[in-house]
Structure formats: C-alpha cells, structure tokens
T-cell receptor
C-alpha cells in the first residue's frame, strides 16, 4: 500500500518569507502531483512531476522531485496573502489511481 | 478545455435514502474516478472505471456502488446513506495517453453531501 505523508499539516506564513512543504511517499511512482484547494472549491492542478530531479516553477511556487529519496517539496517564495489555501500532494500508484497526502493548510498573515 | 461536471454542489439526504451522485466529462475520456475528501485524510479512492460497463473497487468501496452505462457519465450510488458518508465527493477524469495534457488529472467541482 502506497502511503503519502505530507508535513506540516498547518503552516502559518508571514508575508514576504519563504517556506517549504514536504511530501514523502513509500513506494516508487511515475508521477507526483501538487494541487491547491480553496475553501469549498475543487482541486486546482499546480504541477505534475514525472522524473527524478524534475523541477517546475510557477510564480512564487516551485516544486521538485527526488525519486530516490521518495520526496517532493513545494517551496513558496516571499509568501503573499493570495497563497492562503490547502495544498495537497498526490502520488500515482499506477493507471492514474492517486494516493493523497492529508493536505497542508496554509495561512499567510501580514 | 477538459470539463468535468458534477450534478449537485450541495446535497442533503436522510439516513437510509438511496443517493445518486453523477459525474459527466465532455472529452471522450475512458478513465473516471470517484474520491471522497475528509479533513485530515486527504482524498481517498472509492471506485474507478477505465471503460464503459467496467468498474473496479478502490480503497474504500464499502457502502457504495457505481454505474457506467455511457462513456461520459459515471455515477456513484449510496445504496442506503449513513451519517458516516457525510463528506465531499470529487470526480476525476484523466485524459487518454498521447494527448498533450495526458499527465493531468482534472477534477470536478465536488458535491458536498450531508446525511442527517
């Protein structure tokens, strides 16, 4: 059974500072996803990471993947209020079946 | 754009009722999935389907069944709703391999079900 551990579960960020969310998973996988969810809304796809060493960036968010360590990180640079949301990592265990982390609820304060 | 729609955003039902949640995708995808989302647990896979008339159990199928009579529609059925099925239900439909977005997984808007 593929287990996905995400931490921290809650993250209070100060505007302008940098933070990292970690996603560890227990078995090998071809694909790792990062999603954002706003309260009451569905999941918005942020990144899909396919190979070891993959790095993707969009605005203040950067995701990376280390398949040997079974670790992905989501780095937030100079946090702003608009980034307040819940972030999920999800690992494809084959044929598009996803195992999700518990989510990291991010709050950005002034 | 890929579009995944779900029949209701909010639903309130009583214990013991039979409940139907519907998911429709308009891009001719073979694959469709149902997840439920609960605080602190992330999303968990209930059932999935790789083709019409085909269905497979996910990780938490107990208390649920599904129907896939047409390619674009995948229904989740709660045979006799119980309070522990109060949750957010999300449908997903990944595209076929070969499409430029085939690594994406697109989710519907979700149905928040409350069972009283």
């Amino acid at each position: 059974e593929l287990k996905v551990e995400q931490n921290p579960l809650f993250l209070s960020m100060q505007e302008g500072k940098n933070y990292t969310i970690y996603c560890n998973y227990s078995t090998t996988s071809d694909r790792l996803y990062w999603y954002r969810q706003d309260p009451g809304k569905s999941l918005e796809s942020l990144f899909v990471l396919l190979s070891n060493g993959a790095v993707k960036q969009e605005g203040r968010l950067m995701a990376s993947l280390d398949t040997k360590a079974r670790l992905s990180t989501l780095h937030i640079t100079a946090a702003v209020h608009d980034l307040s949301a819940t972030y999920f990592c999800a690992v494809d265990r084959g044929d598009y079946k996803l195992s999700f982390g518990a989510g990291t609820t991010v709050t950005v304060r002034a | 754009d890929v579009k995944v729609t779900q029949s209701s955003r909010y639903l309130v039902k009583r214990t013991g009722e039979k409940v139907f949640l519907e998911c429709v995708q308009d891009m001719d995808h073979e694959n469709m999935f149902w997840y439920r989302q609960d605080p602190g647990l992330g999303l968990r896979l209930i059932y999935f389907s790789y083709d019409v008339k085909m269905k497979e159990k996910g990780d938490i199928p107990e208390g649920y069944s599904v129907s896939r009579e047409k390619k674009e529609r995948f229904s989740l059925i709660l045979e006799s709703a119980s309070t522990n099925q109060t949750s957010m239900y999300l449908c997903a439909s990944p595209p076929r391999p070969g499409l430029s977005t085939y690594n994406e997984q697109f989710f519907g808007p979700g149905t928040r079900l409350t069972v009283l």
